[in-house]
């Protein structure tokens, strides 16, 4: 599979993505794509057709699926995968994924393009962020058969569809219940592979981390797919303008990966933020901002105030580092601990 040209980042922020990506597209365009053997169908080039994933009986013995959409382009190119819903709750990406389908015209396509828009499928017809058993699968990536299920069905959604098609895998998630995300990228820059990805999602902001071990970012990075999360919104709502600048930079990638027809816009300077850290509240109480997500706040800022809801005490709370608000809090009580802000900071370690 062609891997996109560190020089192709460069063109496109320096000139022009079409020119950059010519060559890539038009090697991709010489030979038609073969046919896609996948959860046993054999789908044809130019084919959009939806699959079941099977992650074993359920409840009452009867098999529960997750849907899996495969569009298979006529003309050669990578397989890009997005999951979502991995935590059940966090349907922002869902809605992406549907409008991003809605938008492709696989007659056009070069390439694949694998959506996986409810992961966590039980979970998600809970409306609840983990397993009926509690179990956040974002630290069971990347799975095992005989252990529980959510090691289980990380193991099925892995070995089965993720580790043998995907060559790119952008992973949606929002802010966990109660707290918003500005869109932005997780990724960890130190593979070159994943920064060339990341930069061709440059009107995203990166924080740069490499994840927990278990989590499917960094398993499926390890595996050898080219993988990144995007974070953005707020879990348990669909937010439109968040949804559509959220599909417009996955169309714009796809224009840059030579997958799809279309100008994409060139590139800007890509904000880094080299780590975060969170704004915890001493102790508990009514939690009130005096910020956005997105704002810059500079170390010492107030960031928002604990107020004892009974009395009259009020505490300040300075953010911790200079940096951008990547996310907020609600208003609302908290336990002693909470983060209430997590402050995006461009200081860090040494930037790839
Ligand atoms: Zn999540």
Not at 151 to 161: A, D, G, Q, Y
Not at 313 to 322: F, G, H, I
Request: aromatic share 6%; net charge neutral; hydrophobic share 40%.
């Amino acid at each position: 599979m062609p891997i996109v040209p560190d020089s192709a980042v460069a063109y496109c922020r320096f000139f022009s993505c079409a020119i950059a990506l010519l060559l890539f597209v038009v090697s991709s365009l010489a030979e038609p794509a073969q046919s896609l053997s996948i959860l046993g169908e054999s789908i044809q080039p130019g084919v959009r057709q939806r699959l079941n994933l099977d992650y074993g009986a359920a409840f009452l013995g009867d098999s529960h699926t997750t849907p899996v959409i495969v569009a298979h382009g006529t003309g050669q190119g990578p397989t890009l995968c997005l999951t979502a819903a991995v935590h059940g709750d966090e349907i922002n990406g869902v809605e992406v994924i549907r409008r991003l389908l809605r938008q492709t015209d696989v007659a056009r396509l070069r390439g694949t393009l694998i959506a996986v828009p409810a992961v966590n499928w039980l979970a998600f017809m809970q409306g609840s962020r983990e397993t009926p058993e509690r179990r956040d699968i974002n630290r069971y990536f990347p799975g095992n058969p005989e252990n529980d299920y959510a090691s289980r069905l990380t193991h099925i959604l892995f070995e089965k569809v993720l580790k043998p098609h995907c060559d790119y895998l952008v992973d949606l998630h929002t802010a966990t219940l109660k707290r918003s995300n500005i869109p932005h990228l997780r990724a960890d820059l130190g593979n070159e592979d994943v920064r060339r990805l990341a930069a061709l999602l440059g009107e995203l902001p990166i924080l740069w981390g490499d994840g927990s071990t278990r989590m499917l970012r960094p398993q499926a990075v390890r595996a050898g797919i080219t993988a990144v999360t995007l974070e953005f919104g707020s879990a348990e709502t669909i937010q439109a303008d968040m949804v559509d600048a959220v599909a417009r930079s996955l169309t714009t990638l796809m224009q840059r990966l030579g997958m799809r027809d279309g100008q994409p816009p060139r590139l800007g300077r890509q904000e880094l933020f080299k780590k975060a850290v969170w704004l915890r509240v001493p102790e508990g109480g009514l939690f009130l901002s005096r910020v956005k997500t997105g704002d810059e706040v500079r170390a010492g800022e107030t960031v928002g105030v604990l107020v004892n809801f009974l009395g009259d005490e009020e505490v300040a709370l300075p953010s911790p580092v200079d940096g951008k608000i990547l996310g907020l809090a609600y208003d609302q009580f908290v336990l002693p601990g909470y983060g209430v802000a997590h402050v995006g900071s461009r200081d860090g370690t040494d930037a790839p």
